[in-house]
T-cell receptor, first 115, second 115 residues
Framework: EPEVTQTPSHQVTQMGQEVILRCVPI?????FYWYRQILGQKVEFLVS????????KSEIFDDQFSVERPDGSNFTLKIRSTKLEDSAMYFC?????????????FGPGTRLTVT | AQSVAQPEDQVNVAEGNPLTVKCTYS??????LFWYVQYPNRGLQFLLK??????LVKGSYGFEAEFNKSQTSFHLKKPSALVSDSALYFC?????????????FGKGTRLSVIA
């Protein structure tokens, strides 16, 4: 069964550094998302992406964040200058565009630790 | 704005007994509702959804959920719990009127099935 994959599984970085989190969505999916989950808290939406542009973004997704689909298979989340409060589990998700399909499929996550 | 409430942080049930994990929602119009499960060190796995039609929906691993419009609830149920069902369960809602609207998650309920 096709899966969403994410790399790396764990990233440790120093405050102020740039990080890129990578995701490979399910191949025929057209909608892409990033969510994050701070330890012990709920899963929060960051950004959605369709047709090579951002569809919607949350308040969390400020100018420090950007997304890109560089090559038709990868979907990346870049944090330009990490802060301590960016430490979280980051989940990528994708969704098919078929009629009646609304569920999103999530990757295993990247645990980002900012020190 | 849509929201989801999961009133229980923890549910404990004996193996073989029925289980219920509660969820209530707030959304304008008819909701799209979902349940996801998260096992340790894993991503969110889709269990089931309610979009329209029968109020009782069946999903993966023997789980089902009942949509109750008058009570604005979407409780997750299973007739006979297994130890392997122990995990973190998330209810989520989506605005049905926008094509790429993100999921809004509850804070999660930890289910512990005791042998």
């Amino acid at each position: 069964e096709p899966e969403v994959t994410q790399t790396p599984s764990h990233q440790v970085t120093q405050m102020g550094q740039e990080v890129i989190l990578r995701c490979v969505p399910i191949s025929n999916h057209l909608y892409f998302y990033w969510y994050r989950q701070i330890l012990g808290q709920k899963v929060e939406f960051l950004v959605s992406f369709y047709n090579n542009e951002i569809s919607e973004k949350s308040e969390i997704f400020d100018d420090q964040f950007s997304v890109e689909r560089p090559d038709g298979s990868n979907f990346t989340l870049k944090i330009r200058s990490t802060k301590l409060e960016d430490s979280a589990m980051y989940f990528c998700a994708s969704r098919d565009a078929g009629q009646g399909i609304y569920e999103q499929y999530f990757g295993p996550g990247t645990r980002l630790t900012v020190t | 704005a849509q929201s989801v409430a999961q009133p229980e942080d923890q549910v404990n049930v004996a193996e073989g007994n029925p289980l219920t994990v509660k969820c209530t929602y707030s959304v304008s119009g008819n909701p799209y509702l979902f349940w996801y499960v998260q096992y340790p060190n894993r991503g969110l796995q889709f269990l089931l959804k309610y979009i329209t039609g029968d109020n009782l929906v069946k999903g993966s691993y023997g789980f089902e959920a009942e949509f109750n419009k008058s009570q604005t609830s979407f409780h997750l149920k299973k007739p006979s719990a297994l130890v392997s069902d122990s995990a973190l369960y998330f209810c989520a809602v989506r605005d049905p009127y926008s094509g790429n609207t993100p999921l809004v998650f509850g804070k999660g309920t930890r289910l512990s099935v005791i042998a």
